[in-house]
């Protein structure tokens, strides 16, 4: 046996495995849902950035309207 024998049957082992998954369709489902998720996640950072800047302004105007008025 050469040296390199075991190192390409783990190549052979790994391509037949790669194979299924490829073909196998519940494979597709988890990366359909990988997918989904990851744009999902992006969407919600998006959304959570822009309500932080708006948050952000409505607390301002309202310090500076509560600010405005006279205590006495």
């Keep these: 046996m050469s040296p390199g024998a075991g190192a390409s ?3 052979i082992r790994e ?3 790669t194979t299924a998954f490829w073909k196998d369709e519940e494979a597709f ?3 359909e849902f990988a997918v ?5 996640a992006l ?3 998006a959304g959570m950035t822009a309500l932080r ?3 952000q302004i ?3 105007n309202m310090s500076t309207t509560i600010g ?5």
């Design 29 to 31: 489902e988890s990366m």
């Design 15 to 17: 391509l037949k495995a």
């Design 9 to 11: 049957r783990e190549g």
């Design 53 to 55: 800047d708006n948050l």
């Design 68 to 72: 405005a008025i006279p205590t006495s």
């Design 58 to 60: 409505w607390f301002q």
């Design 36 to 40: 989904i998720g990851s744009l999902f």
């Design 43 to 45: 969407a919600v950072i």
